[in-house]
């Protein structure tokens, strides 16, 4: 048992000149260790590109100072015209937009204002011509109404009570009607 603990030890630490080294230094260190190889990879690819940039510069501003370019009156002309065109429709387009979100909110608030103070000169007509309409009921009529109504759904949940009742009675007799007819061939045997 002590043996195999000792070689558990030894494979976690590895001790050189009585410093202690886990596995978990190592890793740490290696870890370290790529971090500087990746920032020493990336500033001498930051200076080989700015290098070739620099080179780039110097041939584009030489290009740009031996070589002219004529461009005719007509074709600039041309792309003013399209883009004071472009720039109008652009324009036009915006105001077009904004009336038409002004128009739209304009009516909305009217109606809503409108319909606002309509209200309470609808909601006094409606309750005077409620009050008018419930006045011209004849409460006998009405009760009178309300009576027959009550007397047919009645008369109709009696008469299924009824016919239920009825089936039940049937079966009783019948059953009633068995057995007598069972006693009365008991009598005959003997």
Do not use: C, P
């Not at 009217?110 to 000169?121: I, P, T």
């Not at 011509?129 to 949940?157: F, N, T, W």
Request: proline share 0%; hydrophobic share 40%.
């Amino acid at each position: 048992m002590e043996r195999r603990e000792e070689q558990v030890v030894e494979t976690k630490e590895t001790k050189k000149d009585g410093i202690t080294i886990t596995k978990a230094d190592l890793i740490g260190w290696g870890m370290i260790a790529g971090v500087g190889v990746a920032l020493l990879f990336g500033i001498r690819s930051s200076i080989k590109i700015g290098r070739v940039s620099d080179k780039l510069g110097i041939a584009v501003r030489d290009l740009k100072n031996k070589s002219s370019v004529q461009v005719s009156q007509a074709i600039i002309d041309r792309a003013a015209r399209d883009a004071a065109d472009e720039a109008v429709t652009a324009a036009v387009r915006r105001a077009v937009d904004d009336t038409t979100v002004a128009i739209r909110d304009d009516v909305t608030r009217q109606v809503r204002d409108a319909v606002q103070n309509r209200y309470s000169e609808i909601s006094k007509e409606v309750s005077k011509e409620l009050k008018k309409q419930i006045m011209k009921i004849d409460i006998h009529e009405l009760r009178e109404e309300v009576k027959d109504d009550a007397k047919d759904l009645i008369m109709e949940k009696l008469k299924d009570d009824m016919d239920l009742i009825l089936d039940n009675y049937n079966n009783q007799l019948e059953n009633v009607g068995t057995i007598y007819s069972s006693i009365a061939d008991k009598f005959k045997e003997k």
